[in-house]
């Protein structure tokens, strides 16, 4: 029987739907956008915020955070290519049992080489290992800021470089290394923000403390399975390239949660193999839509192959040289430019292409909307493409 073939058109109208973008599609609340993209993309704090604004109704800031940190039924973790997400609750014993573990693995090596070489402590694991429990006491009477912890932790005081002339070579707090661990492991999480919304000021907490109820990671090859699990409902179809991106894990992990998927090979229009989910239906025809999605959106960030939404003369333009995309804008399933905002915080349009006087409309559109939304408050970006730059040059 002649393999399924699915069109650069049929991915696009799944990302109007499965993604909540076209207006029609949109959802009710933090939590439900947050399964429906799988995880959320956290290292800009911003990009939580503004990834559920693009896809729900009715939502305001206030609401992201009442769901982080009163609710608790999303939770940032660092996971998949040592990238900070907002997971759903129920899927970080996924994450903790493979691709935050993977990570976690080769954390260990790499700090306890730099502690050995900063000439912090000649055994590097067995600082960690110190570090890490008196962390864990000091959180076992409350939650603290990572300047809090430093203070009172005398294993985390430590800095380690900036012993050459090098503009590199700055000193580096040996903190951020031990929290950062602990949360790999799922030991300690990222609790209530100490800061606006918009910042990554995270106070640390114990998981026990935050959760309540702390489920056991799952075995390695059921955490890839589940993630994997999801990865398919959000962005299939996709190529095991794709997948193994996403994960940051490898093509041996991959091909085996197919497996256990039994997930269903398919012909994608530039000719390659993509994977479905096996309960896998088409989207059907969308009407065109438009959306402004913010740094590192999890819509962009999906796949590793990009060429089905993303024209590949625009790249050089909305990414960086390792591939972070910034702010974008999407007119009918494709990138046709990005968004900056204004000094009052008014949300302007930076196209690359002309979109016909519908698009604009319903571009324009959008924008008044996440400036609304947006209420003045202006965000700082890490991640400023080259793009945006030139918008906001006077």
């Known amino acids: 029987m002649a393999r399924r073939r699915i069109s650069d058109s049929e991915r696009r109208s ?28 956290a290292t800009e704090a911003a990009t939580v915020h503004l990834a559920v604004a693009a896809r729900a109704e009715g939502v305001k800031p206030e609401d992201v955070d009442a769901e982080l940190y009163d609710a608790r039924s999303v939770v940032k973790q660092l996971a998949m290519r040592r990238t900070l997400f907002v997971f759903p609750r129920e899927l970080l014993p996924a994450a903790w049992g493979s691709a935050s573990a993977r990570v976690a693995t080769s954390e260990r090596k790499r700090i306890a080489k730099a502690i050995a070489a900063g000439g912090i402590a000649p055994d590097g694991e067995a600082w960690l290992d110190a570090a890490r429990d008196a962390t864990l006491a000091r959180l076992a009477a409350g939650p603290a800021t990572t300047a809090e912890l430093r203070a009172e932790v005398p294993e985390l005081a430590g800095m380690v470089g900036g012993t050459t002339d090098k503009t590199w070579d700055r000193p580096v707090s040996v903190a951020p290394w031990v929290l950062t661990h602990l949360g790999l492991e799922g030991r300690v999480l990222r609790g209530r ?36 699990d999801q990865w398919l409902t959000t962005f299939g179809p996709g190529t095991a390239a794709d997948i193994q991106w996403w994960l940051g894990s490898t093509k041996t992990a991959v091909t ?13 229009e530039d000719g390659t193999t993509g994977w479905v989910h096996p309960a896998d239906e088409d989207a059907g025809p969308v009407e065109p839509w438009a959306a402004l999605l913010p740094t590192l959106d999890p819509t962009v960030m999906g796949w590793k192959a990009r060429g089905f939404y993303l024209p590949p003369e625009h ?12 702010t974008t804008a999407w007119w009918d399933g494709r990138i046709v430019g990005c968004w900056v905002q204004d000094e009052e915080g008014v949300v302007r349009l930076s196209l690359l292409e002309d979109v ?35 918008a906001k040059l006077p």
């Open 14 to 41: 799944r990302i109007a739907v499965r993604h909540a973008l076209a207006p029609a599609h949109r959802l009710a609340d933090v939590a439900a956008v947050t399964r429906a993209m799988t995880v959320l993309h």
């Open 193 to 228: 923000n100490a800061g606006h919304w918009r910042l990554n000021k995270p106070t640390w907490t114990t998981a026990d403390d935050w959760l309540g109820v702390v489920d056991e990671p799952l075995e390695q090859d059921a955490g890839y399975a589940a993630l994997v």
């Open 256 to 268: 085996r949660a197919l497996a256990d998927l039994g997930a269903v090979e398919v012909d994608l």
């Open 315 to 326: 790249v050089p333009y909305l990414f960086d040289t390792n591939g972070n995309a910034g």
């Open 356 to 390: 016909g006087p519908d698009g604009l409309a319903a571009l324009e559109l959008e924008a008044q909307r996440l400036t609304a939304w947006l209420d003045g408050t202006v965000i700082g970006n890490v991640y400023a493409s080259r793009q945006m730059k030139q």
